[in-house]
């Protein structure tokens, strides 16, 4: 059905677009063991000009598909493995241990990589993110919320002066978050070394576009981080699900005509842009 | 040797679990005297490894480096600084799935690169420090860390732990035995005919145990006995296969019995109220819907959404396992229902999920009876385990309804429903027909079998009593059940099935016996069925409810390109047999044959049961008016009652907005504090069509008036869908039944009334679906929700779910309930009427009352079909139905949405009714609306004739002010309001 879904797209009546002419970088989401926003990720990536292709995970480690025969790989949301023993742990262990070199050259491209929720903890757990020294290390990661809760809620995202061009032209992003283990904890040292280095990519915020503590930042990260990434800015991710604003409708405040879906949209199309670089 | 790791939070950060631990001690069992607690997690791996393998598990593995520590066959903590008071460890029973420990035992075979023999079993420690004495530690295992059906535990103090901490423990299942037929000799006194029922947990009555006994009797059977070499008497897996398939939960034997009704002089045959009044009401309504695709005859009900695409829709029950085992009972609740979606035609994509609860109050305080737990524990672990399953398999739970009442005590009421959504064609073939053909292989698919949930389709049918089985206890594992859900979507798209269906109650027996019915027999190999342990006989495999499975029919030609998808997306498929057309259902364990049952006795043998119902009159009294002098107190004392107050708390800790189709979400307006009426998403987002699911729920009027009750409750389902924007032309309902035992009995001497309501309720439900215009797609019935020790029996209210499904046809013109702007008149449609009977205001005031609400069918439809004009034209700034709690609650919730007030005034509209009867009542059809600037000339004149009375306007002062003849009644600011309703 996912396929079905993916093949029969076509650009939605609830956004007003122009003809795309550009040409269509190629956009790898991955599915399977758990993962499950994969057909709302492809559709945003669809929306911004890419063409997305959902593969499952186990089409790339018995070689059905290559990363390398794409310019943008996304690993969305989901409860891989059902978050057992961690979230996100087991997927990056079974990434590791059959398509590591795979990964490990599409990073090193500088194609961009994204990581959504799970996917984002996939990435974190890999040490793909931050990936200080180079080396693909986990230093840090995404703990239980503060609140002891799975907890879906709005929120603002406010992008920081950083390496990560996604979110040029985009002054705050508005979409949910939608885990329980989201809390961004690092050591101290690390987190001054990402801040030093334009990692950290996106804060939560209020309306205001300050920061402040729970519900604000909703699951207790440090220093209300959302976002980071690497040091090429080329691997993002964050625990919030921009691909859930993208349209008119996902907005809670719909009704009153107060939506944002540009912003979240904008920050695709800078993905997409950095995978046409790549065509 | 088994080995153990342990792993736990760095001793210098804080340790979340430890700490919400600690709060529930605290706020929970009143020990206030425990000063800190911790976790630690503990995998026992039965395997021999070496040193460095298992430094190296715990280190790339099972911690997290960055905030864990993890120690190998040695306690992580405890031993060295001691000073806690008492260690509690917990870990499960044999048998009991372990998710975390399965998934380990995956994950450490893909770490060291070989496949481990043995199993990984997790538990946890928990250390707890302050002043404790054993008693307390006690009550902090049993109330609050385990349940002794499925778990063990052991507490030590520090002095005893000091030395070894706890024994590694690996709960392996020993096996004994397995592999054994008996025959059971029918050739019996009536006497000992019911004895074999009640010791095999048959369920199954002395007409039946009879028709049982004169099937093997027959001379046909005989024979065909002798030829196949079976003994004439029949043998346990036979007996327990015919059982499991006329059991109460398979066939709706109460709802298709003849009955004879009685009501003071009335009397009337009714044969089977499903055919009278369910079936005939969808029959009736269908000629003129062609957009029902499939109704009654699937694992659920399927309508045409949009040309090209179809939605298939059902609600289960799980009462009793959720009783059991408040977790385990409600994750396998939702995933079941979620398997009856994907397993509806050739299979329909979960697109979202319902709950709804009915518990008794969470702030109980009397006895608890025995095996029973108390409503608080029971209402958590019931919410975590929907959350769990709906929230780790990817589906937004968008709709439900909670409902708080003592008569819950004995068994909660836990209904999950599910949607789903399909191509209605792929690759020319209609994906809402199905059937097994001869020849195609019989696969299961996903989870293996075990002793779990045996016997939980008939125990579903007895009542809870102190000796109920450990066995109908069963752990759903949401991770296992999406792999296969991705697999069979993905099999179902590139053809590789004729049909497919869930392995829920009566496991395979129900399953392959079933999907045989298309083609005529099979042949069914249960020795090839992969199983978790060994040690099972032949009618346990086939009966085994283990969790997680689907039964599939493959072309033979397909058979390889199935297997090999499976073997690529992990998932475990098997080939057990053939389907084919030699009229019986043969199973074979070995060479042997264990089951030879011609399959028209098996379907179609059961004799139709006869009951009587009777209608004892009711006394019930209508207090005089109350002329309540404070009306604001009143109405912040009901937005604080647990039927009204905000479900915030449980509705953020559902996923409600996975897969981005979420339109209207559960909570709306400026801070999403509103509560929505209905659901609204988009499952296309290329389209701007959108489904609306709701639900009506009225249990306290089965009180008064069983066919109110029912008639209510539709009208509720039906206020909540068009306020929302539903479109009622295209809208259907699902009825969902959980009755106390309404078979007389002489241990049930009541059962003749109850069986009266239900009579009652379906002839509501009935003439309600016709006035509306609302087929029935699909439904289910619980009939025996009483709890029985000794003297105690607690009996559930006679309870009606309704949930409805249809489109909204431009998903943007959907309303929502929360004021949008100052100036804004508001108005009343609909008439109140002094119906107070029942309402959550009497209950308020420890009355029940007498003036239900009777709904006016006639009157209500005109002004549905009038307001959803008025929607789809875009007159209103919002639209909130009135119900628990009336008007003045409907009020406050709109003015708390759009945090904004409201000046309201009630002159003119009262009639004979005292100003607080008139807020509060509980008449049906109504609504609170506002309505845009500039449209109010034009929805005036919309509204003209159906009821519409003007109370006032949206105002910016953030206060719900109230007046009669110039005199404020109720004056309520926003903020207070919102205190009271957000107060748990």
Redesign the interface.
């Known amino acids: 059905m996912v396929i079905a879904l993916a093949k029969s797209q076509k650009v939605s009546v609830w956004m007003k677009k122009g003809a795309d002419t550009q040409k269509k970088p190629k956009c790898l989401v991955l599915s399977g063991f758990g993962l499950n926003s994969e057909a709302e990720l492809a559709h945003a990536f669809f929306l911004a000009g890419a063409e997305p292709r959902i593969i499952h995970f186990s089409d790339i480690s018995s070689g059905k598909a290559r990363l390398s025969d794409y310019e943008i790989f996304a690993i969305p949301g989901g409860w891989s493995f059902g978050d057992d023993i961690a979230s996100g742990k087991v997927l990056a262990n079974k990434l590791k241990s059959t398509f590591r070199n795979q990964f490990e050259e599409f990073a090193l491209s500088g194609k961009p990589i994204i990581g959504i929720c799970n996917g984002f903890q996939v990435l974190v757990k890999l040490g793909a993110l931050p990936n200080l020294s180079s080396d693909f290390k986990q230093q840090a990661t995404l703990a239980g919320n503060a609140s002891g809760k799975f907890e879906d809620r709005w929120v603002y995202l406010k992008p920081q002066k950083s390496v990560c061009k996604y979110f040029e032209g985009v002054p705050f992003v508005l979409c949910p978050v939608r885990h329980g283990e989201g809390r961004f904890v690092a050591p101290s040292h690390a987190i001054s070394e990402m801040e030093k280095r334009g990692q950290v990519v996106l804060k939560y915020v209020d309306e205001k576009m300050e920061e402040g503590g729970y519900p604000i930042n909703p699951n207790g990260s440090a220093k209300s981080i959302a976002g980071i990434c690497d040091k090429t800015g080329k691997i993002f991710g964050l625990m919030p699900h921009p691909e859930c604003s993208v349209l008119r409708f996902h907005f809670p405040r719909w009704p009153e005509g107060i939506t944002y879906e540009k912003n979240s949209l904008r920050f695709f199309e800078n993905v997409v842009k950095a995978g046409r670089e790549h065509l | 040797m088994a080995c153990r790791i342990e792993v736990g939070m760095k001793k210098d950060l804080p340790d ?2 430890g ?2 631990l600690l709060k529930r001690i605290n706020s929970e069992l009143g020990i206030g005297k425990v000063k800190a607690a911790r976790v630690v997690d503990i995998y026992t791996i039965e395997e021999d490894l070496s040193q460095q393998e298992k430094e190296q598990i715990g280190q ?3 911690s ?4 864990q520590d993890f120690s190998v066959d040695a306690p992580l903590m405890g031993a060295s600084e001691g000073g806690f008071s008492y260690a509690i460890h917990v870990g499960f029973k044999p048998g009991v799935k372990d ?2 420990g399965d ?2 035992k ?2 450490i075979g ?2 060291l ?1 070989k496949k481990l023999s043995g199993g990984v079993y997790t538990s946890k420690c928990f250390l707890l420090w302050g002043e404790l004495d054993f008693q307390g530690a006690e009550r902090i295992a049993l109330e609050l860390l385990a349940n002794p059906l499925i778990h063990r535990f052991e507490i030590k103090t520090a002095q005893q732990f000091a030395s070894l901490g706890f024994a590694a423990f690996a709960p392996k299942v020993e096996a004994v035995g397995g592999g054994l037929v008996s025959e059971i000799d029918l050739n019996v006194s009536d006497k000992k005919l019911l004895e074999i029922s009640r010791r095999r947990l048959l369920s199954l009555s002395i007409e039946e145990m009879r028709r049982i006994r004169d099937y093997y009797a027959d001379p046909d059977t005989i024979a065909a006995r002798k030829q196949m070499g079976m003994p004439l008497a029949p043998t346990d897996v036979e007996l327990e296969a015919i059982a499991q398939t006329w059991s109460e939960h398979c066939k709706h034997k109460i709802f298709n019995a003849k009955i004879a009704y009685k009501d003071g002089k009335k009397k009337k045959a009714i044969n089977s109220l499903f055919k009278t009044y369910i079936k005939a009401a969808t029959e009736k309504l269908a000629r003129k819907k062609k957009w029902l695709v499939s109704v009654f005859k699937d694992n659920a009900g399927i309508f045409e959404f949009v040309p090209g695409w179809n939605v298939a829709m059902k609600v289960e029950t799980h009462n009793t396992p959720s009783a059991l085992d408040p977790y385990g009972g409600a994750l396998t609740g939702i995933l079941g229902v979620n398997r009856d979606v994907l397993g509806c035609g050739l299979g329909a ?1 979960p697109i979202f999920n319902t709950d709804v609860f009915c518990f008794a109050p969470p702030d109980y305080q009397g006895k608890i009876p025995p095996r029973l737990f108390h409503p608080r524990r029971v209402m958590e672990g019931v919410r975590a385990g929907v ?1 769990a399953g709906g ?4 589906i937004p739970t968008i709709n439900g309804a909670l409902f708080f009442d003592e008569s819950y005590l004995g068994k909660p009421l836990v209904y999950c429903g599910t949607g789903g ?3 209605s064609e ?1 690759a020319g073939r209609k994906t809402h027909e199905k059937g097994a053909m001869p020849k195609d292989r019989i696969f299961m698919a996903g989870g293996r079998i075990g002793k779990d949930g045996i016997h939980g389709a008939t125990f579903s049918s007895v009542e809870l009593h102190e000796g109920s089985p450990v066995s109908a206890v069963q752990l759903g ?3 296992t059940q ?2 296969l859900a ?1 697999f069979l ?2 099999a ?2 590139l053809g590789l099935f004729n049909a497919v269906t869930d392995n829920g109650a009566g496991g395979l027996s129900s399953s392959v016996g079933e999907m045989a019915q298309s083609c005529g027999g099979c042949i069914l190999h249960l020795d090839r069925a992969p199983l978790k342990y060994p040690g099972l006989d032949p009618w346990e495999i086939l009966l085994s409810e283990s969790q997680e499975r689907m039964t599939f029919a493959v072309p033979p030609s397909k058979a390889g390109e199935f297997v090999q998808l499976a073997r ?3 998932v475990e498929v098997s080939d057990l047999g053939e389907f084919n057309s030699s009229g019986f259902m043969h199973v074979k364990y070995g060479a042997k044959t264990v089951a030879y049952l011609d399959m028209d006795f098996l379907h179609n043998g059961l004799p139709q049961m006869e009951l009587e119902a009777e209608a004892s009159p009711r006394k019930l009294s209508e207090p005089p008016p109350i002329l309540s002098s404070d009306p604001k107190e009143d109405l912040l004392s009901l937005l604080s009652r647990p039927n009204i107050r905000s479900k915030e708390w449980i ?13 209207v ?1 559960p ?4 801070n ?1 504090e509103g509560p929505s009426d209905a659901a609204v998403i ?1 499952p ?5 069509e959108g489904l609306v699911v709701s639900n009506g729920l009225c249990p306290r009027l089965s009180m008064l008036d069983a066919y109110q009750m029912a008639a209510n409750a539709v009208d509720e389902a039906v206020r909540n869908f068009v306020a929302a924007g539903g479109s009622l032309e295209r809208a259907c309902a699902l009825d969902n039944f959980c009755w106390p035992d309404p078979v007389y009995s002489p241990d049930n001497p009541d059962g003749k009334h109850k069986l009266a309501l239900l009579v009652q309720a379906c002839q509501g439900l009935h003439d309600a679906c016709m006035a509306y215009g609302i087929p029935l797609i699909s439904g289910k019935d619980s009939m025996k929700n009483d709890y029985r020790h000794g003297k105690w029996k607690i009996s559930v209210l006679p309870t009606l779910l309704v949930s409805m499904v249809g489109r909204i046809d431009d ?2 013109k ?3 309930t929360d004021f ?1 702007s100052p100036g804004d008149l508001i108005y009343l449609l609909g008439l109140t009427k002094d119906e107070l009977g029942g309402s959550e205001y009497y209950a308020m005031k420890g009355i029940l009352g007498a003036n239900f609400p009777k709904v006016d069918f006639k009157r209500n439809a005109k002004l549905y079909r009038k307001l959803e004009a008025a929607i789809k034209r875009g007159m209103l700034a919002s639209c909130h139905d009135c119900s628990e709690g009336g008007l003045a609650v409907a009020l406050a919730e709109s003015c708390m949405g759009g945090m904004l007030g409201a000046q309201i005034s009630l002159d003119g509209a009262l009639g004979k009714m005292v100003p607080s009867h008139f807020l509060f009542s509980e008449s049906a059809g109504r609504f609170v609306v506002s309505v845009k600037k500039g449209k109010e000339k034009a929805f005036a004149r919309l509204m003209r004739k159906v009821g519409c009375f003007r109370l006032g306007r949206v105002s910016e002062i953030k206060q719900l002010h109230i007046t009669y003849k110039g005199k404020p009644i109720v004056s309520a600011g926003v903020g207070e309001m919102l205190e009271a309703w957000k107060k748990w």
């Open positions: 979340p679990a700490e919400s790339e593995l099972l997290d480096p960055v905030i998710n975390v998934t380990s995956e994950a893909e770490l690169g994509k959350a929230n780790a398999s990817g959504l399909m191509p792929i594992d949401p991770y999406k792999k991705d979507l993905e179902r798209d690529l997306r992990n509705i953020r800790q559902y996923d409600h907005e996975v897969q981005g189709t979420s339109a979400k909570l709306c307006g400026k999403a988009v296309l987002p290329q389209r701007k998903a943007s959907a309303a929502t949008k």
